[in-house]
């Protein structure tokens, strides 16, 4: 079965610090990948988005990583702010197939 | 620039009654999805459009309808609400089936 899993759920982190969020895949036959926030409350945003054949994408802060041997995704956001608390949610679309599955989130809290 | 919209925001139902979750978005996008969100779950697929004229059921697309009423407006609906139909119901857009998703804010929908 093909599974998105992200850990850890929650992350609590002091402001200016950089972090690293976890995605890992069962399948690594893999079309693309999104990295998405949500704030509480709201709908999803695009982040960044890694199709196969790329190894990273930056925006801003902000660099998410693909390894599809290992099944694994990093989003790496440097300088940490508290603007940054929101949940991140890991997106996978495999190869064969028309749809996203999502991972069920890291929820993370930036303190000042 | 609206994005996508979505309505209502909220809304309470008795089992077994029927309802349509609007959405439209403006930004002439090809292809269309609904997802819901569940606790601990992740955002799942119940149905998308990859184009005006298609539809394709996702993961979860027992209990529910959809019509692609033209390029803008996607519905979905509930013919006999249940409990387990309790949700947050997303409806989000995108170019084409597997590009940058833009998503609306989202139908807390409570079945009592």
């Known amino acids: 079965k093909q599974e998105v899993t992200q850990i850890p759920a929650a992350l609590s982190v002091p402001e200016g610090e950089n972090l690293v969020l976890n995605c890992s895949f069962t399948?690594?036959?893999?079309?693309?990948l999104q990295w998405f926030r949500q704030d509480p409350g709201k709908g999803l945003t695009s982040l960044l988005l890694?199709?196969?054949?790329?190894r990273e994408q930056t925006s801003g802060r902000l660099n998410a990583s693909l390894d599809k041997s290992s099944g694994r995704s990093t989003l790496y956001i440097a300088a940490s702010q508290p603007g940054d608390s929101a949940t991140y949610l890991c997106?996978?679309?495999?190869?064969?197939?028309?749809?996203?599955?999502f991972g069920t989130g890291t929820r993370l809290k930036v303190l000042a | 620039n609206a994005g996508v919209t979505q309505t209502p925001k909220f809304q309470v139902l008795k089992t077994g009654q029927s309802m349509t979750l609007q959405c439209a978005q403006d930004?002439?996008?090809?292809?269309m999805y609904w997802y819901r969100q569940d606790p601990g779950m992740g955002l799942r697929l119940i149905y998308y459009?990859?184009?005006?004229?298609?539809?394709d059921k996702g993961e979860v697309p027992n209990g529910y309808n959809v019509s692609r009423l033209n390029k803008r407006e996607f519905s979905l609906r509930l013919e006999s609400a249940a409990p387990s139909q309790t949700s947050v119901y997303f409806c989000?857009?995108?170019?084409?089936?597997?590009?940058?998703?833009?998503f609306g804010a989202g139908t807390r929908l409570s079945v009592l």
């Open positions: 989000a857009s995108s170019t084409a089936v597997l590009d940058i998703q833009y």
């Open positions: 930004m002439n996008h090809n292809s």
């Open positions: 459009s990859a184009s005006e004229g298609t539809t």
């Open positions: 997106a996978v679309s495999f190869s064969g197939t028309y749809k996203y599955i």
């Open positions: 890694i199709q196969s054949s790329q």
């Open positions: 399948d690594s036959a893999i079309y693309n």
